[in-house]
C-alpha cells in the first residue's frame, strides 16, 4: 500500500540550529510528495511539495528533495528561528488526490 | 475570502448521542475531504467527495456519513456517537495542483 514514515519527534533546537525531519514512503508508481506544517491552534497548511524524482521543493527556507533510489524526502532547514515552532506532516498523493500521511514531528525553537 | 470554514470548532457529546460537523468552501473545488487527526497517527481520511452528489469512502469511515449536494457543503455526521470518535477532525478541498486547503479544525470529545 501507499504509507509514510517519519521521523518521531518531538524534536527541541535552539535559535539558527539546523533542522532536519525524516520521511520515507512506500508506493506504487510516482506518486507525489509533500511537506504540510500545522502552527498551534490552526489547520494544515502545504509548506512544499515534489511531483517526480529529483525535484527540490522549497519555500521559508524550507528544503526537501524527493529521493526516488532512497523512497526519502527528507524536510531540513539550515538556521531555524522561534516561529518555526510547529508540527511538521509528510505526505504522499496517490490515486487521484487521495493522501496518506505521516505521524507528524512537533518542533519546538527555543530563543 | 472566506476559504474553508467548518463548524462547530469545540463539541463535547454523550455516548450515542449523533451531530453534524458542516464544512463550507467559497473555493470552487470539486474535491473535498474529511479527515480526522489522532496524536501518533497523523491525519486519516474518513471520507471524500469529488464532486456534488457524489462520495466515497476514505480509510476509516465506519460511524460516519456524509453527503454532499452543493459544490460548497460537505458535512460530516457522526450517527451514534462513541469516545473513540474523539478526535480533531479537519475539512480540506483540493486545488488543481493537488494541494489541500484545509479548515481550522473541529475538537470533539464523547465522554
Known amino acids: 500500500g501507499n504509507s509514510v514514515t517519519q521521523m518521531e519527534g518531538p524534536v527541541t533546537l535552539s535559535e539558527e540550529a539546523f533542522l532536519t525531519i525524516n520521511c520515507t514512503y512506500t508506493?506504487?508508481?510516482?506518486?507525489?510528495l509533500f511537506w504540510y506544517v500545522q502552527y498551534p491552534g490552526e489547520g494544515l497548511q502545504l509548506l512544499l511539495k515534489a511531483t517526480k524524482a529529483d525535484d527540490k521543493g522549497s519555500n521559508k527556507g524550507f528544503e526537501a528533495t524527493y529521493r526516488k533510489e532512497t523512497t526519502s524526502f527528507h524536510l531540513e532547514k539550515g538556521s531555524v528561528q522561534v516561529s518555526d515552532s510547529a508540527v511538521y506532516f509528510c505526505?504522499?498523493?496517490?490515486?487521484?488526490?487521495?493522501?496518506?500521511f505521516g505521524a507528524g514531528t512537533t518542533v519546538t525553537v527555543r530563543a | 475570502n472566506a476559504g474553508v470554514t467548518q463548524t462547530p470548532k469545540f463539541q463535547v457529546l454523550k455516548t450515542g448521542q449523533s451531530m453534524t460537523l458542516q464544512c463550507a468552501q467559497d473555493?470552487?473545488?470539486?474535491?473535498m475531504s474529511w479527515y480526522r487527526q489522532d496524536p501518533g497517527m497523523g491525519l486519516r481520511l474518513i471520507h471524500y467527495s469529488v464532486g456534488a452528489g457524489i462520495t466515497d469512502q476514505g480509510e476509516v469511515p465506519n460511524g460516519y456519513n456524509v453527503s454532499r449536494s452543493t459544490t460548497e457543503d460537505f458535512p460530516l455526521r457522526l450517527l451514534s456517537a462513541a469516545p473513540s470518535q474523539t478526535s480533531v477532525y479537519f475539512c480540506?478541498?483540493?486545488?488543481?495542483?493537488?494541494?489541500?486547503?484545509f479548515g481550522e479544525g473541529s475538537r470533539l470529545t464523547v465522554l
Open positions: 508506493a506504487t508508481g510516482y506518486p507525489s
Open positions: 505526505a504522499l498523493m496517490w490515486d487521484d488526490y487521495k493522501l496518506s
Open positions: 480540506a478541498t483540493t486545488g488543481e495542483t493537488g494541494e489541500l486547503f
Open positions: 473555493m470552487n473545488h470539486e474535491y
